[in-house]
């Protein structure tokens, strides 16, 4: 089973931006589309945004469109997610996670299969 390990998380002021990766463990990865999902204390895991496999198909959840933006690099095995603008309200645990078929941007927790540890992002107001 592939491997995910998430890196690139921290604290930042509100307003800020981080960079957040995702490094898959083999190349099976680049035939599967992927997503971001978060966490905060207390609350379910949510839907961030998602990729196709081909990097060309993108979605987002509300709450971060504009400000967010995923994208693929195949030939590194990995994927980023650019986070710009943020507010303490985005402060959570990142999860990226393997899409379970080739098809589509899939954006349902049960439609992905593997899932990296988590890296913590805090936004200070």
């Known amino acids: 089973q592939v491997q995910l390990v998430e890196s690139g998380g921290g604290l930042v002021q509100a307003g800020g931006s981080l960079r957040l990766s995702c490094l898959a463990s083999?190349?099976?990865?680049?035939?599967?589309?992927m997503g971001w999902f978060r966490q905060a204390p207390g609350l379910e895991r949510e839907f961030v945004t998602g990729?196709?496999?081909?990097?060309?198909?993108?979605t987002y959840a509300d709450s971060v469109k504009g400000r967010f933006t995923i994208s693929k690099d195949n030939a590194k095995g990995t994927v980023y997610l650019q986070m710009n603008s943020l507010r303490p309200e985005d402060t959570a645990v990142y999860y990226c996670?393997?899409?379970?078929?080739?098809?589509?941007?899939?954006?349902?927790?049960?439609?992905?299969?593997?899932w990296g540890q988590g890296t913590q992002v805090t936004v200070s107001s």
């Open positions: 996670a393997l899409g379970r078929v080739r098809a589509g941007v899939p954006t349902f927790l049960n439609d992905f299969g593997s």
């Open positions: 083999e190349p099976t990865y680049r035939a599967f589309p």
């Open positions: 990729i196709d496999w081909t990097g060309g198909r993108t």
